[in-house]
Structure formats: C-alpha cells, structure tokens
C-alpha cells in the first residue's frame, strides 16, 4: 500500500465505470457520480462514491465542488518531427487544398535534425498535452521513412510513452519516386525488423496519393507478423478501402473516418469492441478537419449504428497542429453533433479501447489514477468554454503533475 490520499467535495465524478455484471475489464459507459470523492492509493484508485461516505486518507485534497475526470487519452498523435508548416496552412486558410505530399517537407527537416532536437520537440509536446489533460498518448514515427531515421524515430517515441506506433507507411518518399513497390519491400523488410522491438501498432495511410490497399495490407500483414496491433489511416480525403482492410485485419482503431460508404459504418458497427472480442473503434480527429478545412466526419451516424467512437488530436506539424483534447471535444460537440458526455467518453474510455487498456479511461476502484480536476463544475464546461484553459491539476499513477 502506497500513502493515501483523499479527494473530497468532487462536484461532479465522471467515473465511465465498468459495469458491475463483469462486462469485461476497462471502461464501461458514461457515468458519473454527484456530490462525490474518490481514493487513491499509491498508483491506483482504491475508491469512489458519494462524499458523504468516503473513508479516511493520510492526505486530503478539497476538491471544492470542482469536477474529476480520467485523464484524456489521445490515441493519435504524430509526435517525432522537426520544422513547422505554418505557411501551407495559411495557403490552406486561403483556398489551397490539403495533399498528403506536404508531409515530405516535414521528412526532409526530420531527417536533418538531430536526436537532440527531435527529443526537445517531442519533451515539448508532451508537456504541453499533459498541461491540458492528457495523461496517454500515442505517438507514431513516420517523418524518417529511411531504416535509420524510423527506427530513431520509434527509439525516442519509447522514451516518452508506452505507446508507439511504426508509420514507416506515411507517404512513399522522393527517392522511391515511381518505385512504390520497392519501398513497401523496405517498410516491410528490413526497417520493420528495426522498428517492431520498440514499437506496439503498426499504422499506414491507406488513401490516394499515399497507399493502396495492397500495399497496406501488405503492411500490416508483416507488422502483425513480428508481433504489432494494427491500427490505420483511413478515409481521410476521399472514400477508399481503409476502413474494410481495417475490419478484414482486426485492426484496433480506423482513424479518420471522414468518408465512409454505408458499408464502412455497418462494417465498424459489427466489429465494435465487446466484452468476447477487442475489436476495431472508428478515432475521428476533428482537428484535421478544422486544420484542412474538410467536412466533420458524421460522428452521429456512427453513433447511432453502435460503432464505438474514439476522439484523439491527430498532432502533426501539417493537417493538425494542436495538441488540446478539450479543443478537440469542443469541435466535436458544436461542430459534429456529439453530445458532451460522448465527447468526454471518447476522449477518454474511447481512447482507452482504441488503444486496448484496461486500466485507463475510467476511474473506479482497480483503475491507474490518471485523472483531472477541472475549473468548473461539470464535464460540460470543456465545450461550453472553449479555448478557456480549464486544467485545475493533473494526477498521473496518482502523481501530482502541474
Ligand atoms: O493524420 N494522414 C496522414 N498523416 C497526418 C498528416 C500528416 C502531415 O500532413 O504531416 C494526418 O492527418
Ligand atoms: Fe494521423
């Protein structure tokens, strides 16, 4: 038993506590508690329940009628790069489209900068993602695409998380320019070998400009072969084959999800995680829509077939530039019609089940004691004061963090 400690006078505890009935580990629906207070022991909580019954602790905290939340989890992020594309998106803000092959700028800057610089980025960022809430996050590689450059990339995304993600797949670098077959046979081969032992997913942009389904089958077929989860880019610009390669695969997350046909939804709604099976969770990243000027996806319509929806940042330097999760839950609220308690759930337990954990993206007892304390009294004030920073503190394994 670690030291204990208490936090009473909790306005509003949203808990998404797994259903008593053994539903299955991890987070269960939306829920919250009122009027509540909530233990934690060492790294994990020992207790929730109304204020009026909470037992003693070595140390208190009044929580002073200020809402608690898990931890954000963002199960997309684009972490490892050098450089910044601020004039792309301002080309963009005047009427430019987005095209995948701005990513190749930030290749070319990634590969000149060294370990160092990279490591500040990334130390950066992740300062700046726990100061608004997020206690996980994913990071992929994907700006090196040369064996040496990705496997550095995958190096320094372990040193920050549990979570990496190999995306030697981003887009076909220039020198392979007319040869995207020989550089699948590298990304398969010889830099997967490199990445997999740091790396838990295996990712690739299935979309035109980008990779084919073959070629991303053929990806994630290897990457599962040496021991990875896939996950993938998908419908992301246009309709394509991303989301059905996702389900054919059992891939953990479809990301994106812009475009989809009717039987990309019922493909997702038939393979939604359950207590037998992980299954695949639709991850939408509004802010790529807000960064590119794209339609929201449809998130209501993925709802209401029953596909388990995860909200993530999608932080990159080019079609998404923010690392705020409550920026993110704003958009999805006003601008895709999400509610704010199913903004707040997959920006949390959904991102929990789209990175298959069990211990985050809830808080009952058992659960990691990542959560927040917000500024205001109810989850809800994350969309109705938005850009407002609402952070109060931050506990991560049950660690004062801000
Ligand atoms: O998720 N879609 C591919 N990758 C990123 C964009 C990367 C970039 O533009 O640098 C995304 O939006
Ligand atoms: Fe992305």
Redesign the pocket.
């Known amino acids: 038993m670690g030291r204990s400690l208490l936090i009473a006078r909790i306005g509003e505890l949203v808990t998404n506590a797994p259903a008593a009935d053994g539903a299955g580990p991890g987070p269960g629906p939306f829920a919250v508690i009122n009027d509540a207070a909530l233990v934690i022991d060492g790294d994990r909580v020992a207790w929730t329940g109304p204020s009026s019954r909470a037992p003693a602790a070595d140390e208190l905290v009044d929580a002073a009628g200020r809402a608690v939340l898990p931890g954000f989890v963002d199960s997309?992020a684009?972490l490892v790069f050098a450089g910044e594309?601020s004039a792309e998106f301002a080309a963009r803000m005047a009427g430019l489209p987005y095209a995948?092959g701005?990513?190749r700028s930030?290749v070319a800057a990634t590969r000149a900068a060294t370990d160092a610089e990279l490591r500040g980025g990334l130390r950066r960022l992740a300062r700046e993602m726990l100061g608004q809430g997020t206690t996980t996050f994913e990071c992929k590689s994907?700006?090196g695409l040369t064996v040496v450059d990705e496997s550095r990339s995958v190096v320094l995304a372990a040193e920050i998380t549990d979570e990496v993600t190999y995306l030697g797949a981003?887009v076909v670098p220039a020198e392979f320019d007319g040869d995207a077959g020989a550089y699948v046979d590298l990304v398969c081969g010889p830099m997967l070998e490199a990445c997999a032992p740091h790396a838990r997913w295996v990712d690739v942009?299935c979309?035109r400009g980008?990779f084919s389904a073959d070629e991303a089958r053929a990806v994630l077929t290897a990457g599962r072969a040496h021991g990875l989860i896939p996950r993938i880019?998908a419908g992301?610009l246009g309709p394509g084959p991303g989301v059905r390669l996702a389900v054919e695969l059992g891939a953990a997350s479809a990301?994106?999800c812009t475009f989809l046909t009717d039987a990309d939804v019922d493909a997702l709604a038939a393979v939604a995680p359950s207590p037998s099976s992980a299954g695949t969770v639709a991850t939408l990243?509004p802010g790529?829509e807000f960064g590119t000027r794209q339609p929201y996806p449809d998130a209501r319509r993925l709802l209401d077939a029953g596909v388990t929806v995860a909200l993530a940042s999608?932080c990159?330097?080019?079609?998404?530039y923010t690392s705020s999760m409550p920026f993110c839950i704003a958009l999805a609220v006003r601008d895709m019609h999400m509610t704010t308690s199913e903004a707040v759930w997959a920006a949390t337990a959904g991102g929990a089940r789209a990175l298959r954990r069990a211990d985050i993206g809830y808080l009952a007892a058992g659960a990691k004691a990542d959560l927040i304390m917000l500024d205001a009294p109810s989850h809800a004030y994350l969309a109705y004061r938005p850009g407002v920073p609402l952070i109060h503190a931050v506990y991560r394994s049950g660690v004062a963090q801000l």
């Open positions: 997309h684009h594309r995948a701005g990513i930030t994907g700006y981003h942009f979309e980008a880019h992301q990301d994106h990243l790529a999608d990159n330097p080019g079609s998404s």
